[in-house]
């Protein structure tokens, strides 16, 4: 039998409550007086604007300690560090980039010579990769610390984040079945493929309407099955849609609020 509810212990001492509402105080801090949601083709044209400032505000960041020497590769989004032995993953992300978000665009149709709108991947900006992981944090109990900036050799600042490692039995590693279920167990539908431009996250999108959160690039090997048997997902791409800002997806009821204090 599967389960999936985890909650990472990490090696600090105050709880996931905590550590969300901190990555939401940082998010809010690098997106400044006008921390909006991004989200649907009309805030395309203040995206360029947005970025530019988020940049600024991130240079001025507290810097990150150096990560361990244990390096662990280097991945589509990150350069990963860390190890069983340390019980943590150090993420930093890749130069100039902040990881991916899915957003709306409108295209030509070429049958009907109509804009059509379907959803499509963007670059994110950074409160929009610390939003994420405050909803990993929330919603599926992913422990995840901002570390603050770390200075490389481009000249946009990259930013670093902190997880617990999770030991899985190599010959047993999640599956796409086991992805299915975990969201079909946490209230989410998957998103047809034919409002999604990017083929290489066809299949693996998900949204649940209650309160606004899509997620995708769900692929098994952004999960990892415990020791324990427990599904665990460690590194989704998540958007919040606020209420009537889709043309694709159901309304949103209400957008996400992460769970009040005991």
Known sequence: MLRW??????????????AVRDLLQSAARI??????????????????????GELRRLAVEPNAEEPPSDTMGVGGEHALYGSETLGKVIKHTLPGFYGRIM?????????????????????????????????????????????????????EPQMAVEQPFIPEDENLPATLEDAEAFFAAHGFERVDDTHIINPDVHGVTWYRQRDGILITDAHARNFRRDLDGVIIPVDLVIA???PGASAVLPGATKLWEPAEED
């Open 5 to 18: 509810h985890y909650e990472t212990q990490g090696g600090h001492h105050y709880g996931p409550k905590k």
């Open 31 to 52: 997106s400044g007086a006008d921390a909006q949601i991004h989200y649907g083709w009309n805030s395309q044209r203040s995206y360029a604007v947005a970025r530019e």
């Open 103 to 155: 957003d709306e665009t409108k295209l030509l149709d070429p049958r009907t010579f109509q804009n059509k709108t379907r959803l499509m991947m963007r670059a994110a900006l950074p409160s929009e990769y610390l939003r994420r992981w405050a909803v990993m944090t929330d919603v599926f109990g992913m422990r995840t610390h901002y570390l603050g900036k770390v200075t490389g050799s481009d000249h």
């Open 240 to 242: 919040l849609v606020p």
